[in-house]
């Protein structure tokens, strides 16, 4: 299933619209099913109703893990490097994680889980994390992973909108030279959250948290009560593997659903071919398990081709800005996929962190989450790649469930900034406001996908008709990515960024409304509007215009008061970089703010803001671009 020509690139790829049941059922037979299926997809868009792999049975952690135990049981599965440098880092085989999933996934059922349980993951990025993922699949509990970085009142709103039964969490996680404290965030949440009846609580930190009689119990405790076998639950191909919030741009984070089988090969497939994944190889991706890049290419896809994946604990620049020069060095990675948030933070300290380091194992480089800005890439390119490393821009979302538009490494030619061309099984069109498909090269659009592929979201939980508005109703019989999209002369796509209320800051998905509700719930908040404006390091920097009639005391206090405030209502992840004390938005006699006003103000811009006729009071404009100004 492994793409090595650009020919066999274009062959396949006609294959694949031309025939895609043939196509993708040839791709599935590359995975172990218990049952196979009678039918590869039906489907229809306005449902929408998809189901890929009718009838099949399977597990997808056998995939993951028993399928390679004959050949490659002694082979790294995970190799786990620690936020200290000075701690040794871990390697677990694939034996080794077989027994760790099999022991937990028993302590799970130990403590009630069963097929089709919602079970919460707070965790810091160590291998228990993936072992938990993994224990869940075992025993068919849907899993919902949440980032770390989440507030207690995040956790509680996941929580109870998938009625999870049990959370699985840590002491506290360490970032940097800080420490997260896990478990007293989950304290907090947990008083919320009725259905919640059990917390396996990890040791990784060491500090003290407090133990609830009846609902906490230790990891390490629990793995003593049971054995290491653990028969995998038969699944059927649509049953839930596992729901992961994501931000829109209304209302609250939904939770996307994916499905056991289509998930399992489109993960699998789009691992092996974009990253050209060669056996022995070891693979890093420096995202979190707690985004959909940490599912699909940390544990699932990586896993299931049996794949050695690297799992580092710490940030890019702790405890130098070194660091991700060391691991690559010290652990000899093949392959590197990060963000155009972190390259262009490493790039600002210059070549100095570079000297000595020894990257000669590089052979394949990507990059997710956001555009990535042609200085970055040429950087990435010249001086991590020696200029001989292809750079993959992988294009694709948390619904997408993998990548959908990007080179295949060793195959596609690339340009920088392009995420080039669609992987096979997909079909990307670019249309205008009205949903007219826009047609040729030299264009550009928003983009939307008109087939459906074997990882796309199933559903959001427990609100289907969400699901629908959301993505499948802004135009007929099209998924609606959000996205903006340029197709040049060759037919590259270069995604241009969100052409919706979403903003994506160092490549985390935040919709301005939680933002703005967030803000809102500050006792001295009247309204606020927030958008997004250029940041140099993190792509998007959120600027908050807030009216506060009375202020009290400090200015400045008052601000971080603000910030105080979203970092309780979501996380430190949505605070806003500017906050601007304004006496009125500017609306529309309808009562909407112009936001697109405010985005050319937040830019620096004091002229050029359009047409201002239609606003209810146009003189706000003025006082508004003064204070910016001022500030
Ligand atoms: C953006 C992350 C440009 C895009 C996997 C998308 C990108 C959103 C790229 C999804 C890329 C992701 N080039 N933009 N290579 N990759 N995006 O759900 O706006 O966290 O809609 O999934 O990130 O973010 P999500």
New binding site residues.
């Given amino acids: 299933m492994q793409i090595t020509s650009f020919e066999q690139y274009e062959a396949d790829y006609k294959k694949s619209v031309e025939n895609p049941e043939q196509f993708w059922g040839e791709v599935a037979q590359n995975f172990q099913w218990r049952k196979p299926w009678y039918k590869v997809l039906s489907w229809d868009f306005t449902g929408p109703n998809i189901k890929w792999f009718e009838g099949a049975k399977l597990n997808i952690t056998e995939n993951c893990l028993d399928r390679h135990l004959a050949t490659n049981g002694d082979k790294p599965a995970i190799i786990w490097e620690p936020n200290d440098p000075e701690q040794d880092s871990v390697t677990l085989t694939y034996k080794m994680l077989h027994e760790r999933v099999c022991r937990f996934a028993n302590v799970l059922k130990r403590n009630g889980a069963k097929k089709g349980d919602r079970i919460c993951i707070y965790m810091p990025m160590v291998p228990e994390l993936a072992i938990a993922v993994l224990a869940c699949a075992r025993i068919g509990a849907v899993h919902s992973v949440v980032f770390g970085g989440f507030s207690a009142k995040s956790i509680a709103d996941r929580i109870n909108d998938a009625a999870c039964k049990l959370v699985i969490t840590a002491d506290g996680a360490y970032r940097g030279n800080k420490q997260i404290p896990l478990k007293d965030v989950i304290d907090d949440a947990l008083i919320g959250c009725p259905t919640v009846e059990k917390c396996i609580v990890l040791t990784h930190v060491r500090t003290p948290v407090s133990m609830l009689k009846g609902r906490d119990v230790w990891w390490e405790d629990e793995v003593k009560h049971v054995n290491d076998v653990c028969e995998a639950e038969e699944m059927d191909a649509e049953d839930l593997l596992f729901i992961l919030y994501?931000s829109g741009s209304t209302g609250k984070p939904k939770g996307v659903v994916h499905t056991c089988g289509g998930y399992m090969v489109y993960a699998g497939y789009t691992f092996s071919n974009v990253f050209n994944y060669q056996p022995g190889e070891v693979y890093f991706c420096t995202a979190d398990i707690g985004?959909?890049?940490g599912h699909s290419y940390i544990v699932y896809g990586p896993l299931s081709q049996g794949a050695t994946s690297l799992i580092f604990e710490g940030i890019p620049t702790f405890p130098t800005p070194s660091r991700f020069w060391d691991v690559v060095e010290k652990h000899k990675v093949n392959t590197l996929y990060t963000a155009p948030t972190a390259i262009r933070s490493l790039m600002s300290f210059g070549d100095e962190p570079l000297n000595g380091k020894d990257l000669s194992s590089i052979r394949v480089l990507g990059?997710?989450?956001?555009?990535?800005n042609e200085e970055a890439w040429h950087w990435f390119d010249e001086k991590i790649g020696k200029g001989k490393a292809p750079i993959v821009?992988?294009?694709?979302?948390?619904?997408t469930g993998g990548i959908m538009i990007?080179p295949i490494a060793t195959v596609t030619p690339t340009k920088p900034s392009f995420?080039t061309l669609p992987l096979p099984g997909i079909q990307p069109i670019l249309v205008d406001e009205n949903g007219n498909e826009i047609e040729g090269n030299g264009v550009s659009g928003n983009l939307c996908i008109k087939f459906p592929w074997p990882g796309m979201l199933r559903t959001t939980y427990g609100d289907h008709e969400r699901c629908k508005q959301t993505y499948f109703s802004t135009y007929e019989n099209l998924y609606f990515?959000?996205?903006g999209c340029l197709r040049d002369e060759d037919g590259y796509y270069r995604?241009t960024?969100?052409v919706d209320d979403?903003l994506?800051v160092s490549?985390?998905?935040i919709g301005t409304a939680e933002v703005e509700n967030a803000i809102n719930m500050h006792a001295g908040v009247i309204e606020s509007a927030v958008v997004g404006y250029p940041h140099d390091v993190k792509g998007q920097g959120i600027y908050a215009f807030v009216i506060f009639p009375e202020m009290h005391g400090d200015v400045e206090l008052t601000k971080k008061d603000i910030l105080q405030t979203v970092t309780r209502v979501i996380g430190a992840i949505a605070k806003p970089d500017k906050v601007l004390f304004v006496s009125g938005l500017p609306k529309t006699r309808s009562g909407k703010i112009m936001r697109r006003i405010l985005r050319k103000i937040a830019e620096g811009e004091t002229s050029n803001l359009g047409d201002i006729s239609t606003l209810l009071d146009p003189n706000v404009v003025q006082e508004i671009i003064e204070s910016a100004a001022k500030a």
Wanted: no cysteine.
């Fill in positions: 994501t985004w959909i890049t990059s997710v989450g956001e555009p990535i821009d992988t294009w694709w979302q948390t619904e990007s995420a990515t959000g996205d995604i960024g969100r979403v994506n490549g985390h998905r």
